[in-house]
């Protein structure tokens, strides 16, 4: 070995890049791995129970939650409409 490395092992150049001084290099995004979230509500009276894995936790994420809880659980359908 000498300074470290390997003789057998070719010097990698992303290692050596020196960015400015009070800058960070760039980085590239790890796409590998996206988040999602479980949303779920189960009535045990009924036996009943409504699960849905959405992308993001939102407002609207949470009114689709609701609405599908409705639906699914207490058996309402949300497009009649009585008067």
Same mark, same amino acid.
């Given at each position: 070995?000498? @300074?470290? /490395?390997? +003789?057998? %092992? $070719?010097? *990698? #150049?992303?290692? &050596?890049? =020196?960015? #400015?001084?009070? &800058? /960070? $290099? %760039?980085? &590239?995004?790890?796409?590998?791995? /996206?988040? !999602?979230?479980?949303? @779920?509500?189960?009535? $045990?009276?009924? @036996? #009943? @129970? !409504?699960?849905?894995? =959405? $992308?993001?936790? *939102?407002?609207?994420?949470? *009114?689709?939650? =609701?609405? +599908?809880? &409705? ?6 359908? =949300?497009? !009649?409409?009585?008067?």
């Amino acid at each position: 070995m000498v @300074g470290g /490395r390997s +003789e057998d %092992r $070719p010097e *990698n #150049k992303a290692d &050596t890049a =020196l960015a #400015k001084r009070g &800058t /960070r $290099p %760039r980085v &590239t995004a790890d796409l590998r791995t /996206r988040s !999602a979230w479980i949303f @779920g509500a189960i009535c $045990p009276a009924q @036996g #009943k @129970g !409504a699960a849905l894995v =959405l $992308p993001s936790c *939102n407002i609207h994420a949470m *009114n689709v939650h =609701l609405q +599908e809880t &409705t639906v699914v659980i207490y058996e309402y359908d =949300l497009t !009649a409409r009585e008067c």
